[in-house]
């Protein structure tokens, strides 16, 4: 009997566990994210993004990303299998010149194959390294 109810209350704090947490790719919608971290530019990051850093929104019903490089909007398709993404080229875009730094933004994020949600933090990864990191923010 006791073996029973052990049993049973084991079974539902397993449950309990499972249900209560979303998967990554589930996990990407609905907030907006904001860069907080790039490989591979020799620059600081704040040095790259001073005044305004680059953010990216998921849409799950269209298929898109849209969101700034820093400095121009952008829209782009993406494409989720597992944990792996693939983003097309970025489609319009406004053209304003800012000092560069956007577009080392939107090339990195036509190498990137790979996420991960963890701790609220969005990893874009190129193989299993995380190349940039973004944080939650309000729209």
Request: aromatic share 12%.
């Given at each position: 009997?006791?073996?029973?109810?052990?049993?049973?209350?084991?079974?539902?704090?397993?449950?309990?566990?499972?249900?209560?947490?979303?998967?990554?790719?589930?996990?990407?919608?609905?907030?907006?994210?904001?860069?907080?971290?790039i490989?591979?530019?020799?620059?600081?990051?704040?040095?790259?993004?001073?005044?305004?850093?680059?953010?990216?929104?998921?849409?799950?019903?269209?298929?898109?990303?849209?969101?700034t490089?820093?400095c121009?909007?952008?829209?782009?398709?993406?494409?989720?299998?597992?944990?792996?993404?693939?983003?097309?080229?970025?489609?319009?875009?406004?053209?304003?010149?800012?000092?560069?730094?956007?577009?080392?933004?939107?090339?990195?994020?036509?190498?990137?194959?790979?996420?991960?949600?963890?701790?609220?933090?969005?990893?874009?990864?190129?193989?299993?390294?995380?190349?940039?990191?973004?944080?939650?923010?309000?729209?």
């Open positions: 009997m006791k073996t029973s109810i052990l049993l049973f209350f084991f079974a539902i704090l397993l449950a309990e566990s499972c249900g209560s947490t979303k998967s990554d790719e589930e996990a990407l919608y609905g907030p907006t994210w904001e860069l907080e971290y490989s591979g530019p020799r620059i600081a990051f704040d040095g790259l993004f001073p005044n305004k850093k680059p953010q990216i929104t998921f849409n799950k019903e269209t298929g898109k990303v849209r969101g490089d820093s121009n909007g952008y829209t782009a398709d993406f494409e989720i299998t597992e944990n792996t993404i693939a983003f097309g080229d970025p489609g319009p875009t406004t053209m304003m010149f800012c000092g560069g730094s956007e577009r080392q933004f939107l090339q990195m994020m036509k190498k990137i194959d790979g996420y991960s949600v963890e701790e609220g933090k969005l990893n874009l990864l190129v193989g299993e390294v995380p190349m940039m990191r973004f944080k939650k923010v309000n729209p």
